[in-house]
Structures are given as C-alpha cells and as structure tokens.
C-alpha cells in the first residue's frame, strides 16, 4: 500500500508533521515564512523543501519542483482575524490566509484536508 503524501502549510516546528510520520504519513512540503521554525524543519527534515508564502504557493511550483501527487494538506491557518480575542478585521486583516489555504485546496484537490 502506497503512503499519503502531505503538503504542510504554517508549519511551525513541524508538530503535526511529526504525528503524520508517527501515522506512516509523508510530508513531501512544508510552508512556513518564520525563520526559526524553518531552521527546526531543516534540522529534522533536511531533504523536505520549505517554500515561505502561502500566497506564492501554488500547485504549478510544487508540480516544477518534482512534488508529486499531494493526497493531504494540513495546517492551522492564523485566526486572529477572526478570534473574539482580536479586532476582529477578518478578511481585512493581512493575517486572514484562509482563501489562499481553500485556493490551494481548490487547485491541488487532495484527497483530505485537516486544519
């Protein structure tokens, strides 16, 4: 049986990319802008490509860069456009990723997605 392969947005240090490869689950990409979580990623992921804008992304590069079938994208996108802890902007705020996060689900059509 083959393995999922995934596409991690806002990774972070890679904690749900840890558990995926704990569930036999490969991540194949991550994005993630901060650099301090991009040098841990490289430290436990040295051979993974880390692309740093959701906006930038798109299935096109992935496909240009040898990233093959992508059967999960998973990641927990910022909320604080929408948080009741916050201004409450929503789409107004440079922070809400949601549609880049649906474009890509929309344009890479995986199998699962898990925010």
Do not use: N
Not at 56 to 84: F, M, N, V, W
């Amino acid at each position: 049986m083959k393995s999922m392969k995934a596409l991690s947005l806002f990774s972070g240090i890679g904690g749900i990319d840890l558990a995926c490869e704990w569930a036999g689950i490969e991540t194949v990409a991550f994005c993630e802008r901060e650099p301090f979580p991009q040098q841990v990623l490289k430290k436990h992921w040295p051979h993974v490509p880390i692309y740093d804008d959701v906006c930038t992304l798109t299935k096109e590069r992935l496909e240009a860069d040898g990233i093959g079938t992508i059967d999960l994208i998973h990641g927990g996108y910022p909320c604080q456009p929408y948080s009741l802890y916050g201004e409450r902007e929503g789409a107004e705020d440079d922070r809400a990723l949601w549609p880049e996060v649906c474009r890509l689900i929309e344009t890479i059509r995986p199998s699962c997605f898990l925010v």
